[in-house]
């Protein structure tokens, strides 16, 4: 990541802009706009400010530019080196050509897949089943290119058992399937197209060329209770440079929120913000690439069902004996289910299936639970498990909260917070909408202390500087909360799936969890896989998965907090 500066001046009949040591020129008839005093040109794709903003490196051009400068934050702390080298964290395979002809994409319908190796009739616990699958255009014609998002799992006897296989592109149309055998008896493949290479290739570009895919609505209030509303959002540009715009500032994390100026009311007026609308980013060709008979769909079996043989008297791989305590590695895949149990491979986690246990568990404890609606799931299942936790009328939107329960018998206090914005959401107040770093900053932390972060399904409507600016923030924050308290317990929830549209696909989430993984990587956190959670089962994505997954997501999180 650079930092560079940006200046522009119109000589005559030519407008300048010095770009670090490089010098672009263009005709002073291209679109020039003004805003809060600077003055912007547009040459081609380059847009440029007399601010510093910041560059971000990618491996090659089909991957998305950042968006449009920010005014500088001095007080910004550096982020980690691994989210500096985004070359490595974000790249995924070029699809070649501009995809323009449907028929020539991957289609779920034709596409194969086979065992590596001759079939066997029985296969032992603890191995690995390996296949390797071949893409296929809709004309049944091999690919000779990679970059489709596969998903493949390795499925029992009942719904609730299954493990996600790995998916190795090797970039010329074929991929690497393996799967680990880690309980005995009946299993089977089932392969899913997510995205076609082609679809990614929409995503990529709306990522270049479409610097957000919504805006939002900010609700301004004059002392007679007149209100206007205006568009907000991250940059100013997405609100209409030309215009008078308002600012605002966390002075916490050094984030920057913008609203167009009410015809009327001052900026420091603003007192409401809600979702706004989703914007037409694609055409109709790239909407057939994205259209439901193509996406996320099935390939037709192509392994018969296997047999595992059990182990001595063993019928499951034995999870690690290790209790489950922050700054473990997280192997891959992670875990698996086995009959509605979640079983993690990177510890010894725990069942908690009674209101006791829970109470057990909880006592004495302050949890802190800061993100979207898929952390608030999280809240939900507590209050509903546990009959002795009150929830606490505080009087607000109950979508977007602050939300409170307690048990005052057993000193239990479970806080639940939306993220601030860029937050989708119905109206809510802005007094509401704290920045995670601003509520970390004020936390004393300690062994009674769980902090407990859900990020990034509102952040795959932007490029990935908008959340990498987010990270660095809540990173710094974390370091500084685990630095005067090192016996806080700090857990990350990462993104589920769920999502298979242009505005949240889950090609975008695999790469919002990739820097997540990134930001917090070096701290003594824990991580609580949600995308391997909710994609081991055969059971539909939903952004906001039923309860079999939420109990087995919450029982993991309760394993970090009661490792014995």
């Given amino acids: 990541m650079h930092l560079w500066g940006v200046l522009c001046w119109h000589p005559q009949d030519l407008i300048t802009c010095q770009m670090s040591n490089k010098r672009v020129q263009a005709s002073k008839d291209l679109p020039v706009r003004h805003f809060k005093g600077y003055k912007i040109v547009i040459v081609g794709s380059v847009i440029a400010l007399s601010i510093l903003y910041f560059r971000v490196s990618w491996p090659e051009r089909s991957i998305p530019r950042p968006p449009v400068p920010h005014p500088a934050n001095k007080s910004k702390r550096p982020l980690s080196q691994g989210l500096a080298n985004l070359t490595h964290l974000l790249y995924w395979p070029a699809t070649p050509g ?12 034709t596409s194969t897949y086979y065992l590596q190796g001759p079939v066997q009739a029985r296969y032992a616990l603890g191995t690995y089943l390996k296949a390797i ?30 493990v996600p296989g790995d998916v190795q592109d090797l970039e010329n149309g074929t991929y690497l399937l393996s799967f680990p055998l880690l309980w005995a008896g009946r299993a089977w493949v089932q392969v899913r197209l997510i995205h076609s290479s082609e679809a990614v290739g929409v995503l990529r570009r709306i990522w270049r060329d479409h610097w957000a895919t919504v805006d939002f609505t900010g609700y301004f209030r004059g002392p007679t209770g007149y209100e206007e509303t205006v568009t907000c959002n991250v940059n100013p540009l997405f609100i209409g440079g030309e215009e008078s715009t308002c600012r605002y500032k966390d002075e916490d994390s050094g984030e920057l929120w913008f609203c167009a100026q ?25 909407d057939a690439l994205m259209a439901g008979n193509v996406t996320d769909k099935a390939l037709p079996r192509g392994i018969p069902a296997i047999w595992v043989d059990k182990e001595g008297d063993k019928s499951l791989v034995s999870s690690p004996q290790q209790p489950c305590h922050p700054g473990i590695p997280v192997p891959k895949p992670s875990g698996f289910y086995h009959q509605n149990i979640w079983h993690s491979l990177a510890c010894s986690g725990h069942s908690f299936p009674t209101e006791d246990s829970i109470l057990g568990c909880l006592a004495g404890r302050i949890i802190h639970m800061m993100g979207d609606s898929t952390l608030r799931q999280w809240w939900e299942y507590l209050c509903g498990a546990v009959s002795s936790l009150k929830p606490v009328d ?32 119905l109206r809510t107040p802005v007094a ?62 990462l993104a589920n799936t769920g999502y298979k549209s242009v505005y949240g696909s889950d090609w975008l989430t695999l790469q919002v969890n990739r820097l997540l993984r990134a930001a917090f990587a070096g701290l003594r956190v824990a991580f609580v896989d949600a995308w391997e959670m ?23 999180l309760l394993s970090f907090i009661c490792p014995s």
Wanted: proline share 7%; hydrophobic share 40%; aromatic share 6%.
């Fill in 432 to 493: 509401s909408l704290h920045s995670v770093a601003r509520e970390l900053g004020g936390l004393a932390g300690g062994p009674h202390t769980v902090v407990v972060l859900g990020l990034g399904a509102h952040f795959t409507t932007f490029p990935p500087s908008i959340f990498m600016r987010r990270l660095a923030g809540i990173r710094a924050a974390v370091t500084a909360l685990l630095a005067r308290e090192p016996r806080t317990l700090v857990v990350i929830k």
């Fill in 133 to 162: 699958l071949v893409a296929r255009d809709h004309w049944g014609r091999p690919k000779t290119y990679g970059g489709d998002l596969f998903r493949a799992q390795l499925l029992g006897p009942t719904l609730n058992t299954g």
């Fill in 98 to 109: 501009d995809g323009g002809n449907l028929l020539a994409s991957t289609s779920p319908k």
């Fill in 262 to 286: 009410p015809r009327t009311l001052p900026c420091n007026s603003l007192v409401g913000h809600s979702a706004g609308h989703y914007w037409n980013v694609t055409t109709l060709h790239e």
């Fill in 394 to 425: 505080l009087h607000v939107t109950y979508q977007v909260g602050p939300l409170m329960a307690v048990d005052t018998t057993r000193g239990i206090v479970l806080h639940w917070r939306a993220h601030s914005w860029p937050l989708r959401s």
């Fill in 534 to 556: 909710t994609s081991s089962l055969a059971l539909p994505d939903s952004i906001h998965p039923g309860r079999l997954i939420v109990r087995n997501e919450v029982d993991l």
